[in-house]
C-alpha cells in the first residue's frame, strides 16, 4: 500500500472537491421495464458539449496538443485515435 502524498490543491479547489464530495448521489432513474433503450446522447442531455478535434502527440505516454493554445477544461472526457497502434 502507497503512502498517500502531501495535498497540493489550493485552498480553492480543495473546498470544490468538498462541495462535489457532499453532494447528493443521483437517484437512479425510474425506468419500466418496457422502457425504450437510448443513444448515449441521449443521456447525457444538457451535459452534451460539442465534440472538439485537437492534434496531438504521445511523448513518454502523455497526450500533449500541438497547438499551445488549446486548454482543456478539467475533468474533460478525450477519446484519442491513433494511427498505428503498438
Known amino acids: 500500500m502507497t503512502t498517500p502524498g502531501v495535498d497540493q490543491r ?5 473546498a470544490q472537491d468538498e462541495q ?6 443521483l437517484a437512479p ?3 419500466t421495464a418496457d ?10 442531455g444538457p451535459h452534451r458539449r460539442r465534440p472538439l478535434a485537437v492534434a496531438g502527440v504521445v511523448e513518454n505516454g502523455l ?4 497547438d499551445p493554445a488549446v486548454k482543456l477544461p478539467e475533468h474533460s472526457r478525450v477519446i484519442i485515435v491513433a494511427s498505428e497502434g503498438t
Open 10 to 14: 489550493s485552498a480553492g479547489r480543495r
Open 20 to 25: 462535489i464530495a457532499a453532494e447528493q448521489p
Open 29 to 31: 432513474l425510474n425506468l
Open 35 to 44: 422502457a425504450p433503450s437510448l443513444a448515449v446522447e441521449a443521456h447525457l
Open 63 to 66: 497526450v500533449r496538443p500541438l
